[in-house]
């Protein structure tokens, strides 16, 4: 059993990375929002990892930056007919304090968002982590959290938005915006984001 992993970031893909522990690369699994906040290839990252056993694949590696994500994938996956795509689907609309949030305040919609999760199994998930411990830290309440993410265009949502159309994957878009964006700074426009996305890929 594999419970954390701490090493460089080899390669980031669309749906897993590959993390080098002392020469031995792991393939590991990792939703869209863990992807896009991985640090860059070549430095070092600390993973919390599962390793549930798939009879068509055998062992599988999830990987997650907070050990309450972690929880939250346990706690889902025992739910009949939560899979390991779909429980990383749920991480991937909701943060552990917000699933937190959503089942206390019966917020089916919100869990319905994840793909491949209807809403007999968003009503599921409900009733089965009622009084579960999904989050290190209080839920979160807050109404914004249902509301459509591209309800805000950005800068960045536009960069990101640009770069996919260029035929890049969406959390590698996502991880060099965001990368562009602490470096150049809240007033950074769309081109410039862009030029500086650009450059990143081309290291």
């Known amino acids: 059993m594999i419970g954390r992993l701490r090493g460089v970031v080899a390669e980031i893909g669309e ?12 393939v590991v699994r990792c939703g869209a929002k863990t992807l ?7 430095e070092e990252a600390v993973l919390h990892t599962e390793n549930p056993w798939s009879e068509q694949l055998g062992p599988q590696l999830y990987g997650f ?3 309450d994500e972690r929880r ?24 552990p304090a917000e699933l937190a949030g959503a089942v206390a305040r019966e917020d089916k919609a919100l869990i319905g968002r994840a793909n491949g999760v209807g809403p007999k199994l968003a009503q599921r998930i409900v009733t089965e982590l009622k009084d579960k411990p999904i989050s290190d830290g209080p839920a979160v309440f807050s109404p914004d959290i249902a509301a459509p993410r591209a309800a805000a265009p950005s800068a960045a949502g536009e960069a990101v938005s640009a770069l996919m159309g260029l035929g890049v994957a969406e959390p590698m878009a996502r991880r060099v915006v965001e990368q562009a964006h602490l470096r150049l700074g809240e007033d950074a426009d769309v081109s410039a984001l862009i030029k500086a996305g650009l450059q990143e890929l081309g290291r």
């Open 15 to 26: 749906e897993d990375c590959l993390i080098d522990v002392g020469g031995v690369g792991y």
């Open 36 to 42: 896009s906040r991985l640090p860059p290839i070549g």
């Open 65 to 67: 930056l907070a050990r």
């Open 72 to 95: 939250a994938f346990v706690l889902l996956r025992a739910i009949q007919g939560v899979g390991p795509k779909a429980a990383m689907a749920v991480l991937d609309v909701a943060t």
